[in-house]
Each structure stands twice: as C-alpha cells, then as structure tokens.
C-alpha cells in the first residue's frame, strides 16, 4: 500500500511552452500532496502544500505564477511549470499523506518516483 | 524555524559491517516526528524508519534501527549486516506535530556507499 505514482518521468522542452506533471496516489487518498524540488546532489526543498479543493499554499521565494499547482480530487494533484526556462530544469517530486484519522497525527508523507526535467 | 544537520556528506562501508548515520535537529518543540528517508540511484525516496519524539523506545525496522536522543536533539541511523542495495542517499527529516502544517524539513543527506 501507499504507492504514489508521477507522470510523465521524464519531459523535455522548448524554453516557454509550459509542461504539466501529475502526481497520483494509487491506492489511498490523499487529502494533502506537496511538491519538492531537488537540484543535482542536494536536499529536497519544498515549494508548495496542496490540499484538495483548496489552493495550495507556496513556500517564501516559489512563484505563484510559475508554478501552478491544482488538486481537484482526493487521489490528484497536479504541477504546471508555465512558460518553462532553462533555469526551471531540475527533479520534481510529489508525496502524499493519507487523509486525517480522528486523533491521528504525524501521518508519513509517501513519494513519487520524480520527474526529471529538461528545458532547452 | 526547524533545522536539520547531516554533518556526514559521504560515509563508505563493507558489505556485512554496521554504519550509523548522524542527524541532528534543532527545535523548540515538544511534540514532533523524525524520519529516515533513502534515495537509492533511482532517485525514489523511499521511507526507512520513523520516530514520534513522544516514546523513549528506539524503532527498528529489520536491520535498521535508530538511537533517538531527545535532549541532546539527535536521531542517528543505525544499519546492521550493511548489503549492496544499502547504497544510497540517506535523508533525515523532521516534521512537526502541527495538524495543517505537517511539512517535511530535511538535512542535506549522506551519501552511502557499501563496498562488496
């Protein structure tokens, strides 16, 4: 259980076309989806905290406007890189948490597999 | 704000031996929860073990194991019988018991390597 799908794995394109990557929870719900980003041989920094039928919530210095998030059902959530430039090339990853549990807290976020992009 | 240190970048090791990873974190909070994360070539982060700071007992997993000092804020991982698929980026991350903010803050990683 609590497998976390991401498609595509892998996009490259055309600086200034916007590319959507979507994150999946196969066999839960996810009330909530956060979206990271992680350069080469470093940690993974969050951008953003999207919680179903709200809007999503963006880390200090995250674009609203770059990076668009949406989580229209319990099991997706999606990232839309708008008008994409080299410098937005980088991994992307996706966790989900199970929805909340009465007296349940500290739920482990579970993660995609990643989606490497490239802009050129 | 949360931080977490990770003071060893690279750690290599034989086959079979036992390494311990260092973490420590830093927080005014009572109530929080503490994970190893590892991240193997495929880059899939994949959890390895978690602690709530409100048990004493040290969680286990198989060959992985923690030594969870609260007062000293520090969260080490140890892994026994070390084996090739071993070989991975480790992550320690700390998540606060806040209900709505439940964000992960990760250290910067220790890159492991188990040498056949």
């Known amino acids: 259980g609590a497998v976390v799908s991401q498609h595509p794995s892998w996009v490259i394109c055309k600086s200034g076309t916007s590319v959507k990557i979507e994150c999946r929870s196969l066999?839960?719900?996810?009330?909530?989806m956060f979206w990271y980003r992680q350069f080469p041989k470093q940690s993974l920094m969050l951008m953003a905290t999207?919680?179903?039928?709200?809007?999503?919530?963006?880390e200090q210095g995250v674009e609203k406007d770059k990076f668009l998030i949406n989580h229209a059902s319990l099991t997706l959530s999606t990232l839309t890189v708008t008008s994409a430039h080299p410098e937005d090339s980088s991994f992307y990853i996706c966790?989900?948490?199970?929805?909340?549990?009465?007296?349940?807290?500290?739920?482990?976020?579970?993660f995609g597999p990643g989606t490497r992009l490239l802009v050129l | 704000a949360q931080t977490v240190t990770q003071s060893q970048p690279e750690m290599s090791v034989q086959e079979a031996e036992t390494v311990t990873l260092s973490c420590t974190y830093d927080?005014?909070?009572?109530?929080?929860?503490l994970f190893w994360y590892k991240q193997p070539p495929s880059r899939q982060m994949i959890l390895v073990i978690r602690?709530?700071?409100?048990?004493?007992q040290n969680a286990t997993e198989n060959r992985f194991s923690v030594n969870f000092q609260k007062a000293a804020k520090s969260f080490s991982l140890k892994i026994s019988d070390s084996q090739l698929g071993d070989t991975a980026m480790y992550f320690c991350?700390?998540?606060?018991?806040?209900?709505?903010?439940?964000?992960?803050?990760f250290g910067t990683g220790t890159r492991l390597t188990i040498i056949p």
């Open positions: 966790s989900a948490r199970r929805g909340m549990v009465a007296g349940w807290r500290g739920e482990t976020q579970y």
């Open positions: 066999d839960f719900q996810a009330t909530t």
């Open positions: 999207s919680n179903e039928g709200s809007k999503a919530t963006y």
């Open positions: 927080t005014s909070e009572n109530n929080y929860y």
């Open positions: 602690q709530e700071a409100y048990k004493q």
């Open positions: 991350a700390f998540m606060m018991d806040n209900f709505g903010n439940e964000k992960l803050t």
